[in-house]
């Protein structure tokens, strides 16, 4: 089934996205322990829309004070000094779509996130995901992200590839507009190396399959076009 946009009408109105990804992680998770990962592997899907509350600006109110109880003399309450500065912050509690594969240990040996608004519309937001991204690999836990945000513009695989500070080849492999990467670990002659499977996404085409790495020498494949059509299938989209 082509890749559809779910990000604008008719599709955005009628089967909003929060559905759709949360119907794609899940269909995702259907694939993997029914189809492909081995015996003592289990994934499971992580879905956590983030709290859509913004500071704009900070307010002051004096206590009033009162009467203290007992011999009726009221005692001062002590006021602090209004600060020196202040400013608005975020702490970037956006939204989570993520696959978690674990082994019979419970230990997280991939993730596969799929990307949402909310990831890629600020820079605070943007910096959290490729943060979260780059600590999974530095614990060897392979990833796959896939972006497939049409009202967005910003490339968080380039997010990421700047925070690593790797070399401008590796950012280009994934800037495009939509895009799936699968990213890994690997130690090699004592010496660490990020390696890219970068596939561009296109509306109207098909999605790839990509490698999940569940191990140092061991992958499995995730086949990103049957999820994408069960999970379609399961809302009706035709």
């Given amino acids: 089934m082509p890749l559809r946009d779910h990000f604008r009408p008719p599709l955005r109105d009628d089967r909003p996205w929060e559905g759709f990804h949360s119907a794609w992680a899940n269909a995702i998770v259907g694939w993997l322990n029914r189809n492909v990962l081995p ?133 280009e492999a994934g800037a495009f507009p939509l895009y799936a990467v699968a990213y890994r670990l690997k130690v090699q002659e004592e010496a660490q190396r990020l390696e890219l499977w970068p596939e561009e996404l296109r509306i109207g085409a098909m999605l790839p399959t990509l490698p999940l790495w569940i191990g140092e020498d061991e992958a499995v494949p995730l086949d990103l076009e049957a999820s994408y059509v069960a999970a379609c299938e399961l809302l009706r989209i035709r």
């Avoid at 600006?57 to 020196?84: D, Y």
């Avoid at 400013?87 to 993520?98: H, I, K, N, R, S």
Wanted: hydrophobic residues 45%; aromatic residues 6%.
């Fill in 39 to 171: 015996e003592h592997y289990w994934a499971i899907a992580q879905v956590h829309v983030g709290a859509r509350v913004e500071i704009d600006a900070a307010t002051f109110r004096l206590r009033e004070e009162s009467a203290a109880p007992g011999n009726g003399v009221a005692t001062a309450v002590w006021e602090p000094p209004q600060a020196k500065l202040a400013a608005a912050v975020d702490f970037g509690d956006t939204d989570t779509f993520e696959v978690q594969v674990r082994d019979d240990t419970r230990r997280l040996v991939a993730a596969v996130e799929l990307v949402s608004p909310a990831n890629k519309d600020r820079a605070t937001h943007r910096r959290d995901f490729a943060i979260k991204c780059a600590s999974y690999l530095r614990q060897h836990i392979s990833v796959i992200v896939v972006d497939v945000v049409t009202e967005r513009r910003d490339n968080l695989h380039g997010e990421l590839m700047q925070l690593l500070s790797l070399p401008a080849e590796m950012l």
